[in-house]
Structures are given as structure tokens and as C-alpha cells.
């Protein structure tokens, strides 16, 4: 069973590695989602080999059973759907494998 890492936690794990205050790995942090963030707002998508891809997928409208009364239907709009696929270094340490660390950067 894996155990679930918060943000707090992440980040004091980025301050460990690169050496930094917490405060400064936040900040990384920051800029990286940031960043993320930024142009996934203009639909464009990102692929880091070996690291990971988004994707965005149009949604087509669809109709639903309403949940409280199965005679009626509901219709969810059409819309885009963000999908993040892992990379090859992921799904190896995943596995139990392990990766080039020089190739980590």
C-alpha cells in the first residue's frame, strides 16, 4: 500500500535533496506549477521524456440517468479533460527499478 505525501512534506523533501531552505523549495516549487499551470491555461501540452506528459481531451456532451429520479436525464456540457501520463523513469521506481539519477536533472 503506498502512503499519500502532502505538499508540506513534498517540499521538505525537494529541501533535502537540493540542499535548500524549505522556503526556497517552496518557492521552486511555486514557479513550476506555475509555470505548468500558465500554459496548460493555453491549451498547449507538455511532454518531458521519461518524466511525464499532459494531454487535453475534448469531452463530448453527454446524457446521464439523473441519480434522483432515473426517468429524467442529465446533460453534462462538453468540455476538456486533462490527462497527465507518467513517464518510463516513473512507472520504473514504481516497479522497483531504478533509473539513471544523471538523467534525473
Known amino acids: ?17 537540493n540542499g535548500t531552505t524549505k522556503v526556497q523549495a517552496a518557492k521552486e516549487l511555486a514557479n513550476v506549477l506555475g509555470t505548468l499551470l500558465d500554459v496548460t491555461a493555453d ?6 521524456l521519461g518524466e ?3 494531454e487535453i481531451r475534448d469531452v463530448e456532451s453527454r446524457d446521464y440517468p439523473n441519480p434522483q429520479d432515473r426517468t429524467q436525464t442529465v446533460t453534462v456540457d462538453a ?6 501520463k507518467a513517464g ?3 512507472q520504473a521506481v514504481v516497479n522497483g527499478e531504478s533509473f ?3 538523467d534525473a536533472d
Open 1 to 17: 500500500m503506498s502512503k499519500k505525501m502532502n505538499k508540506k512534506e513534498f517540499i521538505g523533501a525537494m529541501a533535502t535533496r
Open 43 to 48: 491549451l498547449q501540452e507538455v511532454q518531458l
Open 52 to 54: 511525464f506528459a499532459t
Open 79 to 84: 468540455h476538456k479533460k486533462l490527462v497527465i
Open 88 to 90: 518510463s523513469k516513473f
Open 100 to 102: 539513471d539519477e544523471a
